[in-house]
T-cell receptor, first 114, second 111 residues
Framework: GAGVSQSPSNKVTEKGKDVELRCDPISGHTALYWYRQSLGQGLEFLIYFQGNSAPDKSGLPSDRFSAERTGGSVSTLTIQRTQQEDSAVYLC????????????FGPGTRLTVL | LAKTTQPISMDSYEGQEVNITCSHNNIATNDYITWYQQFPSQGPRFIIQGYKTKVTNEVASLFIPADRKSSTLSLPRVSLSDTAVYYCLVVGAGGGNKLTFGTGTQLKVEL
């Protein structure tokens, strides 16, 4: 079956603009994760969904970041009033049920804020 | 807060066995240890997972001592295509901030 997909693959925006990043998890996976990876760095956890609810939002770096998940499937990560330090690759992953299950990652969205 | 520590980089040659150790002193009782591999411009990919003792699959082995405060990923007979970043992840079913992968270990395999 299809893997995790993300769109867009690349996004260039101007400082102060809002952006939306989309993640389509593997069908049937109830857990969904968002990470951020800056150049040459490890993965920084942002948020974890179990179904449509987010039991852990502790990784969101500021109130400019928000995420939602509808129908237990597609998720959208929104960054408002983007800043240059938001430039990074945003990775989405899904797993069957819990965070101990294997995470399957999408190809990521490369965000560049000018 | 669970934290993992790995070497920043390792070098090896084709055909050698590579062992990468991860320290996780604050591991909790219900945490599992999972290793992922990441190539440039790709998302991480699952390699192996374990809870205690030894786990082996077709690509790697994972050794976990009794106190579970560390783990060692063993890659037998590496090839050039094993050049990648390897991450150790320690996480329980509740997820949360333990889901931070850290900086990982950059493995470089040469001829």
């Amino acid at each position: 079956g299809a893997g995790v997909s993300q769109s867009p693959s690349n996004k260039v925006t101007e400082k102060g603009k809002d952006v939306e990043l989309r993640c389509d998890p593997i069908s049937g996976h109830t857990a969904l994760y968002w990470y951020r990876q800056s150049l040459g760095q490890g993965l920084e956890f942002l948020i974890y969904f179990q179904g449509n609810s987010a039991p852990d939002k502790s990784g969101l770096p500021s109130d400019r970041f928000s995420a939602e998940r509808t129908g237990g499937s597609v998720s959208t990560l929104t960054i408002q009033r983007t800043q240059q330090e938001d430039s990074a690759v945003y990775l989405c992953a899904s797993s069957f049920q819990t965070s101990t299950d294997t995470q399957y990652f999408g190809p990521g969205t490369r965000l560049t804020v000018l | 807060l669970a934290k993992t520590t790995q070497p920043i980089s390792m070098d090896s040659y084709e055909g050698q066995e590579v062992n990468i150790t991860c320290s996780h002193n604050n591991i909790a009782t219900n945490d599992y240890i999972t290793w992922y591999q990441q190539f440039p411009s790709q998302g991480p990919r699952f390699i192996i997972q374990g809870y205690k003792t030894k786990v082996t699959n077709e690509v790697a082995s994972l050794f976990i001592p009794a106190d579970r405060k560390s783990s060692t990923l063993s890659l037998p007979r590496v090839s050039l295509s094993d050049t990648a970043v390897y991450y150790c992840l320690v996480v329980g079913a509740g997820g949360g901030n333990k889901l931070t992968f850290g900086t990982g270990t950059q493995l470089k395999v040469e001829l």
